[in-house]
T-cell receptor
Framework: NAGVTQTPKFQVLKTGQSMTLQCAQD?????MYWYRQDPGMGLRLIYY???????DKGEVPNGYNVSRLNKREFSLRLESAAPSQTSVYFC???????????????FGEGSRLTVL | GEDVEQSLFLSVREGDSSVINCTYT??????LYWYKQEPGAGLQLLTY?????DMKQDQRLTVLLNKKDKHLSLRIADTQTGDSAIYFC??????????FGRGTSLIVHP
């Protein structure tokens, strides 16, 4: 049981380049999330998808786009990367949407992105 | 919006108890969580407490909730070097999406 799988694990980009972070979960979860983690800032929500076919902005959506490709997959795209987007990105999923039994989030191992 | 605050660092000796504190602002929080993040890994749920409870104990872990003061604490008894990690407090209020604190780095000295 793989849980939440993110690719790539590491990436170095130049300013202005684009890239897509991929995320897939095999737990049949309804909801999926993208967070970024910066030192001393904790986790900040970028975008989330409550269910297949819906996406919503989180706390820090500027400079990002997302696609909920199907129930399993939720991708995060940086159209024109900036040094301020250097961070560790985490994908997460949870079970029952608004009726999740305790709201537990299951996290991937993270994607470490450096923008030069 | 919802805010969750916790201190950034805690240093303890192996065998001592560790207490990590957290305050939150959303009085409608239904669940309160403690997540653990080990180096180079994602977060994993350590324990959680439902808002109508005052205390929850799970082996070496004790969670205390003071709903009046919106204060949550995590006590780890007999702290081991393997407990060294970042501990995140989180709360879920009207939205089912948890809001995370900035994380407390627990350093355990032999």
């Amino acid at each position: 049981n793989a849980g939440v799988t993110q690719t790539p694990k590491f990436q170095v980009l130049k300013t202005g380049q684009s890239m897509t972070l991929q995320c897939a979960q095999d737990m049949n979860h309804n909801s999926m999330y993208w967070y970024r983690q910066d030192p001393g800032m904790g986790l900040r929500l970028i975008y989330y998808s409550a269910s297949e076919g819906t996406t919503d902005k989180g706390e820090v959506p500027n400079g990002y786009n997302v696609s909920r490709l199907n129930k399993r997959e939720f991708s995060l795209r940086l159209e024109s990367a900036a040094p301020s987007q250097t961070s560790v990105y985490f994908c997460a999923s949870s079970g029952g949407g608004r009726q999740a039994w305790n709201g537990e989030l299951f996290f991937g191992e993270g994607s470490r992105l450096t923008v030069l | 919006g919802e805010d969750v605050e916790q201190s950034l660092f805690l240093s303890v000796r192996e065998g001592d108890s560790s207490v990590i504190n957290c305050t939150y602002t959303d009085s409608s929080s239904t669940y309160l969580y403690w997540y653990k993040q080990e180096p180079g890994a994602g977060l994993q749920l350590l324990t959680y407490i439902f808002s109508n409870m005052d205390m929850k104990q799970d082996q070496r872990l004790t969670v205390l909730l003071n709903k009046k003061d919106k204060h949550l604490s995590l006590r780890i008894a007999d702290t081991q070097t393997g407990d060294s990690a970042i501990y995140f407090c989180a709360s879920s209020g009207g939205s089912y999406i948890p809001t995370f604190g900035r994380g407390t780095s627990l350093i355990v000295h032999p």
